[in-house]
């Protein structure tokens, strides 16, 4: 996964280089008050961590790949709000529950809303800013092949994020986004445990396509 992410970013950032020789480093007229900004993006979230307080359900740190969208709207040609969902993939790990060997899952989406200030348009580059809060779902699952027995668990909680990032627009209304977040979530409570880790929280690195109407 490492390996195909570093692709991906030189991919994208040889594209950006090539794009920006291509349409010159010039001031564009820059009206973005009342224009939506629509993005498809691929995520890594770093070092997920979680721990319920048992070793029934504790997880990392390891990486979680994803993609998601996220939707922002100029208010001024400074200011947006933005919202955005990132959909991660399964983890799974092989826990001991009372004597089998079990393979546990776990399953995250997590939905942001929030602020973003932004710089001038330099060429084709913009850099942002921002801060959101909103809900991550945790759904959790235990599975043992040699009774084909499936258990579900599941819980919402709190989240938030904040970061940066850089837009670098190949027309006035196609560019590509490179961002980099820390976000954190509250965790579900699905032991009881009052010492358990109560917080999870690691870097996001997204890159996606972006198309602004």
Known sequence: MEAEMKKL???????????????GCFAWDDE????????????????YFFDS?????????TRLGG?????????????????QVSIYGTVNQLVDF????????VRIVNNLQGLRWQTKQYGPFRLYGKAGAGIAWHGFSLYDSSYNANMDMSGSTFSVGYGGGLNVWLTRNI???????????????????SDR???????TYMSGLTFRF
Do not use: H
Request: proline residues 3%.
């Open 32 to 47: 973005l008050a009342g224009t939506t900004e629509i993005t498809g993006y691929y995520q890594q979230y770093r070092d």
């Open 197 to 203: 880790k109560k917080w999870d929280g690691g870097t």
């Open 9 to 23: 970013f030189k991919g994208i950032f040889l594209l950006a280089i090539m794009c920006c020789f291509a349409v």
């Open 53 to 61: 307080g048992t070793p029934l359900y504790r997880f990392g740190p």
């Open 67 to 83: 993609g998601g969208f996220s939707i922002a709207y100029n208010l001024a040609e400074w200011f947006a709000i933005w919202t």
């Open 175 to 193: 560019g590509i986004t490179l961002d980099a977040s820390q976000t954190t979530m509250a965790l579900p409570n699905l032991t009881g445990i």
């Open 98 to 105: 009372g004597g089998l060997q079990v393979e546990n899952r």
